[in-house]
Every structure is written in C-alpha cells, then in structure tokens.
C-alpha cells in the first residue's frame, strides 16, 4: 500500500499545484491520475464491500474530470458523478453496518450540517435547488452509514469513518466558494481534503480483502 500512496503524494501535489497556479495541463493529466491511484490502494476487490468501493472511486474520476470545465452543464456531470459515487458508499457501508449509539449522533449533526450549508448556498444555487438538495441527503447519508461500520466486522472501519468526515468536508468548501463566497487557495480543501478522505475510505476497503 505504500507505493501507491506515495505515488498519490506525488501527483496530488503537482494536481494542486496546478489548481493553484492555473497550470491547467497538470490539473488536466494528474487530479485523474491520483484517484484512480486510489484503486491501487484498496487492491483487487475480492468482496462485495471492496467491489463497491471500487465503483465509487471509478465513477468519482469521472466526477473529477468533469469538473474540470467551469461551466454549468460539466458541474451538473460532475455532481451526478459524485452523487453515484456517494450511493455506491452507502450500499456498502450498509452492509457492514451495526448500530451503536454514536450513530444517532453523527446523524443528528450532519442533519443541522447539511441543511445550514443548503441555506448558505441557496440563493447562489438558483437554479439546481433540486441537485443539490439531493446531494445533500446523499452525501450526509454516505457520513452516516460510514461511522455505522464503526464496531462491525469491517477491520479499518475507522478509516472509512474519518475519510467520510473529510469528503463531506471537501465538497462543503466547494460548494460554499461555488455559491456563497470564494474561499482562499479552495483548492486544499475541495481537493486536497477530498483525495485524503477518499483515501481512508479506500485505507478501509484494503482492509476488507
């Protein structure tokens, strides 16, 4: 698992360099490349969990190329993307799933997250309310279920835990600088952020092999 990881070091650095500088053929050729690395750290799906994650990952690349156009039509793609991704996640998660208390917790947080985000973005997101609200409940059931794996048979639940945590972190920024206010350097954290909490997410299907 090392190697891959730190080969997503390598091409997640020169991807956010790119963001930032507006190098936009390094953007192009490495923020694909480091999620598809992502594949190399869950390993060869031998489960249903890991096969799931797997197609989260595939269809989150998909996702991230689209957003890499700056027009309404690509975002719309994108967040379609990321949305199959996020129900991918949840069927899995679900199927490790135990209930415990801290799950009541996590769900009443991310209900008064989401619908305080939802209230920040909704004049800026004219338009998609539709999308995004639909994203919300997706992405907020795609935290819940994941800390639901905590105490199961899912050895690095944990993992998949944080990682949500971090994705739901990431794409908050994103949509706070899309349609609130533009946020310094978005970049760390809508991408930066994102591949670390994807990263867990994939730390945890490794686990499951």
Excluded: C
């Excluded at 997503?8 to 598809?36: D, H, N, Q, Y």
């Excluded at 390993?43 to 998909?62: C, D, E, Q």
């Excluded at 994705?167 to 349609?179: G, R, T, W």
């Amino acid at each position: 698992m090392r190697l891959p990881i730190l080969a997503m070091w390598v091409t997640s650095t020169l991807a956010l360099i790119g963001a930032e500088r507006k190098v936009r053929w390094l953007e192009f050729v490495f923020k694909p490349i480091t999620t598809l690395l992502l594949l190399a750290v869950a390993g060869v799906p031998h489960t249903n969990f890991a096969r799931l994650i797997w197609a989260g990952i595939l269809v989150s690349a998909v996702g991230d190329v689209a957003l890499l156009w700056n027009t309404k039509r690509a975002f719309l793609v994108g967040l379609g993307a990321f949305l199959l991704a996020h129900v991918a996640y949840v069927i899995a998660f679900l199927g490790v799933a135990v209930w415990s208390p801290h799950v009541a917790i996590v769900a009443v947080v991310m209900v008064v997250s989401s619908t305080i985000l939802l209230r920040l973005t909704w004049k800026g997101s004219a338009g998609i309310h539709p999308a995004t609200v639909a994203y919300g409940i997706v992405i907020s059931a795609m935290v819940v279920s994941a800390w639901a794996t905590v105490g199961g048979p899912l050895p690095l639940a944990l993992f998949a835990a944080i990682g949500s945590v971090l994705f739901y972190v990431s794409d908050s920024s994103l949509a706070l600088n899309l349609f609130h206010k533009p946020i310094p350097h978005v970049a760390f954290l809508a991408i930066g952020v994102y591949w670390i909490g994807q990263l867990g997410i994939a730390i945890a299907a490794s686990g499951s092999l």
